[in-house]
């Protein structure tokens, strides 16, 4: 038999048949404690109940990040393992790209995703963004990804019937993995970072599409800067959606009208500290705008001069109504025309909707998905490859 | 776990097999902490800035302070769920001591503390008013950003939508601890 150091094996299957056993010997190797070791995934169910009870999860089960799992995820981020792409408040932890791997391999996620994920998490690290407030906020915001350009395409992002869920893997599991992102890296732990009074279910995941295809106007990442075949995220704190049911209206000013109505309440954030609201539109009624001649610039101009709450109601929130947003009595829960933020997605129907932002005190962010030489990617085999 | 083996001359004996399942790595991000050094308050301060976040009652906490010590003072207001704005921060370091108020939520107490921790990186000493449903996190966050030690006071949740009166009572209860932390002893 070959000559082995003291601890390790150097036992082949042949050594130990022809060898050993040739010997009489009852024990197969000689230097190795066993002589097969044999390595198996974890009980992901024990796993699960483990991370749960250590306050790492949001609930529901997760897929145990081993070592090889995380290790494929790091591969498509086209960056190291230690590189930092946040630090994220309110625990002020270090996301690095393993960190951001770990606990997208946990929500389910599958490595293509990983570019959309590493991206969202920088853009919500922007100061504009005011994470230590959107996580820790008794307010049940929720931080929406909204996904433009080809790659959304190419990892299956849902911007038609459903997208916001349930039925898609890239919607659910990409959110997800940023909601443990920050359980895990930022600290928002429901009662310990997290204080939100209710929470939401939004937390658990939000993240779609724009339907480019549907869109009578221009998508929403080109009137940011970016070019029609350029990839984004945009990262928005938001309210749930709440839906907005007009079959009747045949006119653009009718259809909007209902919108308005829909969003124009008391008890949002925007009737206090107006700011951004996040306006989903179907299809159909985007068809039925366009139709009357409308661009998606005089949708958010008549949107926000008619977006009002009287004052008597609007100032019931949390600060104190600042007198600079009140005209003629009224609140208007947006600050200018761009604080409406439009997108078209969704299926067949005549449905919109509408959800309201945490005010003032936070702003979307549109991240580029691009590579660590600065290009735009065009694909997420990019970020593999390069 | 132990399997017979036996080969092809039918000799037997034991393969020892030991199954282990794969590590999993851990979720958590480690903290980036810098500590930061609180400025001392070494004797009674001749000028108060009052740093009002607007949260509800928050005034009526603060005007009760304020006439208890009959101390110079400088009101500013600050945004409650994000950061205050350059200018007011400014004017706040033209005190010798900040009164933040009101933590009583997750996003203001966030940024009563954040806006301390600024201060106290840039000279200026604080005291942070929170409510003692918000005090643990109040606690964590300034230790998450190297000030442990960093003032706050805990005053009995709920502050808003109660009466006048009630918050002045409760406001009556934390006066010695502002004053000891003041170094008032009369």
Same mark, same amino acid.
């Given at each position: 038999?070959k000559k082995?150091?003291k601890?390790?094996?150097?036992?082949s299957?042949?050594?130990?048949?022809?060898?050993n $056993?040739e010997?009489? %010997? =009852?024990?197969?190797?000689?230097?190795?404690?066993?002589?097969i070791?044999?390595?198996?995934?974890?009980?992901?169910?024990?796993?699960?109940?483990?991370f749960?009870?250590?306050?790492?999860?949001?609930?529901?089960?997760?897929?145990?990040?081993?070592?090889?799992?995380v290790?494929?995820?790091?591969?498509f981020? /086209?960056?190291?393992?230690?590189?930092l792409?946040?630090v994220?408040?309110?625990?002020?932890g270090?996301?690095?790209?393993?960190?951001?791997?770990?606990?997208?391999v946990?929500?389910?996620? #599958?490595?293509?995703?990983?570019?959309?994920?590493?991206h969202?998490?920088?853009?919500i690290?922007?100061?504009?963004f005011?994470?230590?407030?959107v996580n820790?906020?008794?307010?049940?915001v929720s931080?929406?990804?909204?996904?433009?350009?080809?790659i959304?395409?190419? $990892?299956?992002?849902?911007?038609?019937?459903g997208c916001?869920g349930? /039925?898609?893997?890239?919607n659910?599991?990409?959110?997800?993995a940023?909601r443990l992102?920050?359980?895990?890296?930022?600290?928002?732990?429901?009662g #310990?970072g997290?204080?939100a009074?209710?929470?939401?279910p939004?937390?658990?995941?939000?993240?779609?599409?724009?339907?480019?295809?549907?869109?009578?106007?221009d998508?929403?990442?080109?009137?940011?800067?970016?070019k029609?075949d350029d990839?984004t995220?945009?990262? $928005?704190?938001l309210?749930?959606?709440h839906?907005?049911?007009?079959h009747?209206s045949k006119?653009?000013?009718?259809?909007?009208?209902t919108?308005?109505h829909?969003?124009?309440?008391?008890g949002?954030?925007?009737?206090? &500290?107006?700011?951004?609201?996040l306006?989903?539109?179907?299809p159909?009624?985007?068809k039925?705008?366009?139709?009357d001649g409308?661009?998606?610039e005089?949708?958010?101009?008549?949107?926000? %001069?008619?977006?009002?709450?009287?004052v %008597?109601?609007?100032?019931? /929130?949390?600060?104190?109504?600042?007198?600079?947003w009140?005209?003629?009595?009224?609140?208007?829960?947006?600050?200018?025309?761009e604080?409406?933020?439009l997108?078209v997605?969704g299926?067949?129907g005549?449905?919109?909707? #509408?959800?309201?932002?945490?005010? =003032?005190s936070?702003e979307?962010?549109?991240?580029?998905?691009?590579?660590?030489?600065?290009?735009?990617?065009?694909? &997420?085999?990019d970020?593999?490859?390069? | 776990?132990? *399997?017979?083996?036996?080969?092809?001359?039918?000799?037997?004996t034991?393969?020892?097999i030991?199954?282990?399942?794969?590590?999993?790595?851990?979720?958590?991000?480690?903290?980036?902490? !810098?500590? *930061?050094?609180?400025? @001392?308050?070494l004797q009674?301060?001749?000028?108060i800035?009052?740093?009002? !976040?607007?949260?509800? !009652?928050t005034?009526? *906490?603060l005007?009760?302070?304020k006439?208890?010590?009959?101390?110079?003072?400088i009101?500013?207001?600050?945004?409650?769920?994000?950061?205050?704005? +350059? +200018?007011?921060?400014?004017?706040?370091k033209?005190?010798?001591?900040?009164?933040?108020?009101l933590g009583?939520?997750?996003?203001?107490t966030?940024?009563?503390?954040?806006?301390?921790?600024?201060?106290e990186?840039?000279?200026?000493?604080?005291?942070?008013?929170c409510?003692?449903?918000?005090?643990?996190?109040?606690?964590s966050l300034a230790k998450?950003?190297?000030a442990?030690? @960093?003032?706050?006071?805990?005053?009995e949740h709920?502050?808003?939508?109660l009466?006048?009166?009630?918050?002045?009572e409760k406001?009556?209860?934390?006066?010695?601890?502002?004053?000891?932390?003041? !170094?008032i002893?009369?």
């Amino acid at each position: 038999m070959k000559k082995r150091d003291k601890d390790v094996c150097g036992c082949s299957i042949e050594d130990l048949l022809n060898e050993n $056993i040739e010997k009489g %010997e =009852t024990k197969l190797c000689e230097v190795s404690k066993n002589d097969i070791e044999l390595y198996v995934e974890p009980d992901a169910e024990k796993v699960s109940y483990e991370f749960y009870k250590k306050k790492h999860t949001d609930g529901l089960p997760i897929i145990p990040p081993t070592e090889g799992r995380v290790r494929k995820f790091i591969e498509f981020s /086209g960056l190291n393992k230690d590189d930092l792409v946040a630090v994220l408040p309110p625990r002020f932890g270090r996301a690095t790209i393993q960190k951001i791997a770990v606990n997208s391999v946990m929500a389910g996620c #599958i490595s293509q995703f990983m570019p959309v994920i590493q991206h969202s998490i920088k853009a919500i690290s922007h100061e504009k963004f005011n994470l230590p407030g959107v996580n820790a906020t008794t307010h049940p915001v929720s931080i929406c990804t909204i996904l433009n350009g080809p790659i959304g395409a190419e $990892i299956g992002i849902n911007s038609g019937t459903g997208c916001l869920g349930p /039925g898609y893997m890239a919607n659910a599991t990409i959110g997800r993995a940023i909601r443990l992102c920050l359980i895990n890296i930022a600290g928002a732990v429901t009662g #310990i970072g997290d204080h939100a009074s209710m929470g939401s279910p939004s937390k658990y995941s939000f993240c779609f599409g724009e339907a480019e295809n549907e869109n009578p106007w221009d998508p929403l990442h080109t009137e940011r800067g970016f070019k029609v075949d350029d990839s984004t995220v945009t990262m $928005i704190a938001l309210d749930s959606p709440h839906n907005v049911n007009d079959h009747r209206s045949k006119t653009a000013e009718d259809l909007i009208d209902t919108i308005i109505h829909t969003a124009s309440v008391a008890g949002c954030n925007n009737s206090h &500290v107006p700011g951004e609201i996040l306006v989903i539109m179907s299809p159909e009624h985007a068809k039925t705008i366009s139709g009357d001649g409308w661009s998606r610039e005089d949708v958010k101009e008549y949107f926000h %001069e008619n977006a009002l709450v009287p004052v %008597e109601l609007g100032d019931r /929130g949390g600060r104190k109504l600042d007198k600079k947003w009140i005209k003629n009595g009224n609140v208007s829960i947006t600050r200018k025309p761009e604080d409406v933020v439009l997108v078209v997605a969704g299926g067949p129907g005549r449905h919109t909707m #509408i959800c309201h932002g945490f005010g =003032t005190s936070s702003e979307s962010v549109t991240e580029l998905l691009k590579l660590k030489d600065g290009t735009a990617a065009q694909s &997420v085999d990019d970020f593999k490859n390069k | 776990m132990i *399997i017979k083996f036996k080969d092809r001359k039918t000799k037997e004996t034991d393969m020892r097999i030991n199954i282990i399942e794969k590590e999993v790595m851990d979720p958590l991000g480690e903290s980036e902490v !810098n500590k *930061i050094e609180l400025s @001392l308050i070494l004797q009674k301060p001749d000028k108060i800035v009052y740093l009002d !976040n607007t949260k509800p !009652n928050t005034d009526i *906490i603060l005007d009760t302070i304020k006439e208890s010590l009959n101390i110079d003072s400088i009101d500013v207001q600050k945004p409650a769920g994000a950061s205050a704005t +350059e +200018e007011q921060i400014q004017e706040a370091k033209k005190g010798d001591v900040v009164i933040l108020a009101l933590g009583d939520c997750g996003s203001c107490t966030t940024w009563v503390i954040l806006d301390a921790t600024r201060l106290e990186k840039e000279g200026k000493p604080t005291i942070c008013i929170c409510t003692h449903k918000f005090t643990d996190y109040a606690h964590s966050l300034a230790k998450a950003q190297g000030a442990e030690d @960093l003032r706050i006071i805990e005053i009995e949740h709920p502050i808003a939508g109660l009466k006048e009166d009630e918050v002045e009572e409760k406001t009556e209860k934390i006066l010695p601890e502002v004053k000891k932390m003041l !170094n008032i002893h009369s």
